[in-house]
Structures are given as C-alpha cells and as structure tokens.
C-alpha cells in the first residue's frame, strides 16, 4: 500500500502555527478545558481520570451517549476512534478491497480519495452541482444513478459538505440509499460538520435509511473541540464488531482523558449548548465574509454555505490557486486552502470560525494581495 500525499493536511500541519492569520481551520474557535468542564464536580472528575488504557472501542458511556443521537441505535452500533478521521480509515480500511470502485461525492476531504486509491480502488467522481439560478450547489442524482453500477462497493458522501458547506435534504438522502440498494452497495457518509448550521436547523442523517449505512462524525468542527480527537463510526453491531477488530491495528483506544471529556460534552444540556455556541459563531463570522466577497464581487462569488465554518470562494484573478496561497503566506502572513486540494482550481476555501476580529484583518490581508492583480474576464463555469 502507498498513499499520496495528503497534501491539505500537510499544508495545514506545516504552517498553521507559523503564520499570524490562520483561516484554513474549518472549525470553530475551540473551547479550553475549563471551558467545557465548568463545574467543580466535572473538574474533579477530569483530574481524578486514571491514565490506563480506557476500554478500546470507547467507554459504554460514551457510546452510550453518542447512540443516543442516532435513533434505535445502542453502545453495539458505535465504535469510538481518536478523530473522524481514523472513523473514516477503518471504515474504508475495512470495507475496500482491490479493484472495487467507490462512487465519491466531490468536491471532498481529501482523505477519501487518497486512502480509496491506497486501498486499491477506483475513484469514480460525483460532482455536487452549481446551480446558478438559486446560488446553491446540489446533488445531481440522475448522474449518481449513471455512475452506481453493480461494481460499485460504496458511495461516499460528506453532508454537510466540506468543502462547500451545501447539505443534503432527506428526498436527496432517501434516493441515494435507494440507488445503492439496487445493487447491494454501502453509503457512508461523513456527518462531521452536522450541527454546525447557519439556520440552527439540524442537517438530516443517513443514519436509519438503509442497512448498509455507515456514518462517521466526531468532536472537531461542531462542537469545537478538535485537541480532544474523539470520533466515531455508527453501523449494524456486526460492521462494528469487525471495525473494532482493525481499531485494534490503529490506535488501540482513544485517550482517557479525552474519552471522560467527551461523555461531558454529550451529556444533551451540554451538547446542545456548544452546538449552540458553534452556530452563534457561524452566523455571526458568516455576515462578515459575506460582506466581505460581495464587495469584491464579480471578482469574488460564492454559495452561501448551510453549515459549516467554511466558505469556498470563486475567484477572477489569473493565478493557480496553490500559487496564490502562497503569496498569502508569504507577503502577508495569511493561511488559507487553495481549491487545488479539493481539485477544483479558481477556489479558495476561507475558514471563518476565528474570532471576529482576527477574521476581518485576515481577510484585510487577502484583500490587500488580490488588490495588486489584475482580473479575469468574469465566468459563470464552475
């Protein structure tokens, strides 16, 4: 097995702490320890944590309390992963063999693709859409039906979408399980930005329509606690019997500490209050940018995101996007991810889930390099 590059997250690790406006991250501001542990009670309980391996899949609690988010699903649905990340790798880990071919909803993470191609396997791209008549991008579920075939292992979806923040309803849901019924195919869908909407209005799951769904989500960008690297895959007990089996290959167990933080955050009051938190954010940090590309338009556009701290951006200037990040980088010390890493030149995905004040210098600054270039005859090509 050789893996690409992971190129986004390589640029992220190597600069993110280097550079003075960070808006590459696609969460929210994370909370302090203190922060999320707010009572004396919970302090002592964080303090008091034994640092042993904790039980490997997750602590019956804390399965407990992340099935309780997903109906008719018990602690044996659930397998706790250091990160929606490592959810992500056991799953395909476990389920792509050589030669299989995985329909992949893009523009992505570009994780999926790279442990996809890893494992052996063939990448057959679904595009969202952009609809220009509502400034949305959508699923075209027709071409979906075009691409399954009876060779197709998995669809692999992420709803919310990273990178541009569309979600998919319960009709688009519904027809993509029925489309991967018809011949026998797995859907997982990476549900890691669920909950972090504009509207305050709960992204739809995949979970319960199907029962070859898999959902994989985690602690990072919602709940904006991604230093705990709590994730989770929720299956049949069955799937997660054998996902517990390749856990053992990766991690072993997640870190107790995070492990007792992690029942702290999920308990429904808390849960419900750092979604709050995150969607107050999003709402707030969202006008700002809005306001932002819309005076720069039509040199800038963009589809306003559902969820998400992530906006991607279209822009007009005649320069590869790679290329223009790292003039941001380096003239005005300004971090965001070039559309190069989702394969889709011409976009820059901006993070807005920093402080308010740190978001519009940041954005000052991006202003200040596309100020000194030239603009490209306007296109509606996407």
């Avoid at 893996?3 to 702490?17: G, K």
């Avoid at 057959?124 to 075009?146: G, K």
């Avoid at 969202?286 to 589809?303: C, E, F, T």
């Avoid at 965001?336 to 889709?344: C, K, T, Y």
Wanted: aromatic letters at 8%; proline letters at 5%.
């Amino acid at each position: 097995m050789r893996l690409e590059t992971f190129a986004m997250e390589r640029l992220q690790s190597t600069w993110e702490n280097r550079v003075a406006w960070n808006l590459a991250e696609s969460g929210v501001h994370p909370l302090r320890v203190e922060e999320l542990a707010e009572t004396d009670d919970e302090r002592q309980l964080v303090l008091t944590q034994e640092l042993g391996y904790t039980q490997t899949n997750g602590t019956l609690e804390l399965r407990s309390a992340i099935a309780a988010m997903y109906p008719d699903a018990t602690a044996d649905h659930v397998q706790v992963t250091n990160g929606g990340s490592e959810a992500n790798c056991i799953a395909l880990w476990y389920l792509l063999d050589r030669g299989d071919e995985v329909v992949l909803m893009v523009p992505n993470y570009q994780q999926a693709q790279g442990l996809i191609r890893g494992f052996g396997a063939m990448v057959r791209p679904w595009p969202l859409v952009y609809d220009a008549t509502v400034s949305r991008w959508r699923p075209n579920l027709d071409a979906l039906d075009r691409l399954v075939t009876a060779k197709t292992k998995l669809i692999l979806i992420c709803n919310p979408n990273n990178p541009t923040g569309a979600r998919l309803s319960d009709r688009d849901l519904d027809a993509i399980c029925r489309i991967a019924s018809g011949v026998g195919a797995w859907v997982l869908a990476d549900e890691i930005y669920r909950g972090a909407e504009l509207d305050g209005q709960e992204t739809p799951s995949v979970w319960g329509r199907y029962e070859r769904t898999i959902v994989t989500s985690g602690l990072s960008k919602a709940y904006g606690l991604p230093g705990l690297r709590i994730g989770w895959v929720v299956g049949q007990p069955q799937l997660i019997e054998e996902l517990w089996g390749v856990h053992d290959y990766t991690t072993i167990a997640p870190a107790a500490v995070s492990d007792r933080l992690a029942r702290i955050a999920l308990a429904p009051a808390r849960r419900q209050k750092l979604l709050a938190r995150t969607q107050g954010i999003v709402r707030t940090n969202y006008a700002l940018v809005q306001k932002w590309i819309n005076g720069r338009a039509p040199a800038l556009s963009h589809a306003a995101p559902d969820a998400g701290a992530i906006v991607f951006v279209r822009y007009q200037h005649p320069i590869n996007s790679t290329a223009l990040v790292e003039r941001l980088r380096d003239e005005q010390s300004v971090l965001v991810v070039p559309g190069d890493h989702f394969e889709m030149d011409g976009y820059l995905r901006i993070g807005f889930g920093s402080h308010p004040a740190q978001l519009s210098t940041g954005l000052g600054k991006i202003g200040t390099v596309l100020d000194s270039m030239p603009i490209a005859a306007a296109s509606d090509a996407r």
